[in-house]
């Protein structure tokens, strides 16, 4: 009886632990349902898999929209002669399907394929377009910097301008923005030999243009000490009001990310201020530069940095035009090796999509993947992982394709070869 009694007892304690554990289990799981539910009201909704943009072999893509809704691109396409041509394209269907329109460069040179010079590809406006990018030139003494302008929606573009004629050599790592006002400010990293400068570091110049693109100003000094291998960001508002962001190298070697303004149309420039001191300090090219947007009079930033070892990206946020930012935010834990954000406005809000591996596949070797996270006017949980391709994910880039609507390319790299990959998403709330 006594035995009976005591197995009874065990079995009873066993029983209510078993319950126990099995109530607090299913809390647990009730509050992650209720938490991801109340997430996802407020979340992204992506596309399940990832689609070729073109169906060539491409890489390196930029996008942008105009108010009818078609979406444009650019992309760079090997000639399968050793060189690469700028392709233009069009979708009228919302990314659905691009088509080919138009070479760019097939007449001017070779496109030098190098991330960060990826081409940029600006709407003016007054409905201009214009294509920017390096190459070999018809000259083929070097990298030479052209400007392309299409003044009929992309119908047709202008003969290359080559603008190294003005500004006496180029880089690779260049930048460039339009105004609604017809200005067209162009930025570049150069090699000057400058007395006190920074050992190994670069300068970075200006020219401005004030009618479109049709003549530029002589090139400008702005800053030395620049970090030569990263590219350097720019954007502008409706009030005149220009941005300019680059990794500044201080004496000691630390590399810090730096952002000058201009409020009289890109005419005069403040003095540098620093976004965040991160200190790091590296003798090499980190070849990842900053990237900016601009939301409700507010700027944000993200950039690429290094701490304690480990690779890490970090965002900030500027309220008084550029004087002061606040404290950095980690913008990818816990997505291994990020890399080369890249901040995108969607209405009133803004998205980061950056490259990283998934710490949870292969030991954190996985291929490296795109990832979105929002950062206005929340900071969602956690970073998004977009469907990817059977290679390794790069350069991430966005466009709005509405108030809540967005599309993201990317290139997808593996040994056949190079492709451009794109995944669109919508907000999902109000839906």
């Not at 607090?24 to 539910?37: E, Q």
């Not at 940029?120 to 377009?129: A, C, V």
């Not at 701490?307 to 990206?313: C, K, P």
Request: proline fraction near 6%.
């Amino acid at each position: 009886m006594g035995n009976t009694m005591k197995h009874a007892e065990r079995q009873w304690k066993t029983w209510a632990t078993s319950a126990i554990t099995m109530m607090t289990v299913l809390a647990s799981v009730g509050w992650l349902l209720t938490s991801c539910s109340h997430k996802a009201a407020s979340q992204w909704l992506f596309e399940a898999r990832a689609r070729p943009l073109i169906a060539t072999p491409s890489l390196d893509p930029q996008l942008a929209t105009i108010p009818s809704g078609v979406v444009l691109a650019t992309a760079i396409v090997p000639n399968g002669k050793g060189r690469n041509d700028l392709f233009f394209y069009t979708s009228a269907d919302g990314g659905d399907v691009f088509r080919r329109m138009l070479s760019l460069s097939s007449a001017n040179g070779d496109v030098h394929p190098h991330r960060e010079g990826t081409p940029r590809l600006l709407i003016g406006g007054s409905g201009q377009y214009y294509a920017l990018w390096t190459g070999t030139g018809i000259r083929g003494d070097g990298m030479d910097l052209y400007l392309v302008r299409s003044d009929d929606y992309g119908h047709s573009f202008s003969s290359a301008i080559p603008l190294d004629a003005q500004a006496g050599g180029s880089h690779p790592y260049f930048n460039a923005a339009a105004a609604k006002n017809g200005t067209l400010v162009v930025i570049w990293i150069s090699y000057d030999t400058i007395s006190g400068a920074v050992p190994g570091t670069g300068t970075l110049q200006l020219m401005r243009s004030s009618d479109g693109g049709l003549s530029f100003s002589p090139p400008k000094r702005l800053a030395t000490d620049v970090c030569p291998c990263c590219r350097p960001e720019l954007k502008t508002d409706e009030q005149g009001n220009w941005y300019l962001a680059w990794r500044q190298v201080d004496p000691d070697q630390s590399r810090n990310i730096v952002l000058a303004s201009s409020h009289d149309d890109g005419v005069i420039w403040s003095d540098p201020v620093y976004v965040s001191r991160d200190e790091w300090r590296i003798d090499g090219c980190p070849d990842s530069g900053p990237t900016l947007a601009l939301l409700n009079g507010d700027i944000f930033i993200a950039w690429y940095t290094v701490v304690n070892d480990r690779q890490r990206l970090y965002w900030s946020r500027s309220q008084d035009k550029g004087r002061n930012f606040a404290p950095r935010s980690d913008l990818a834990e816990p997505v291994r090796d990020p890399n080369h954000p890249y901040l995108i406005r969607i209405g009133n809000h803004l998205l980061a999509t950056f490259q990283g591996r998934d710490p949870r596949l292969n030991q954190g070797w996985s291929n490296q993947q795109v990832y979105v996270r929002q950062i206005a006017p929340t900071l969602s949980a956690a970073p998004i992982a977009l469907a990817h391709g059977s290679g390794s994910g790069s350069y991430p880039i966005g466009v709005a394709l509405g108030a809540d609507e967005v599309m993201i390319a990317w290139t997808d790299s593996s040994v056949a070869g190079d492709r451009i990959l794109s995944v669109r998403g919508y907000l999902k709330q109000g839906r």
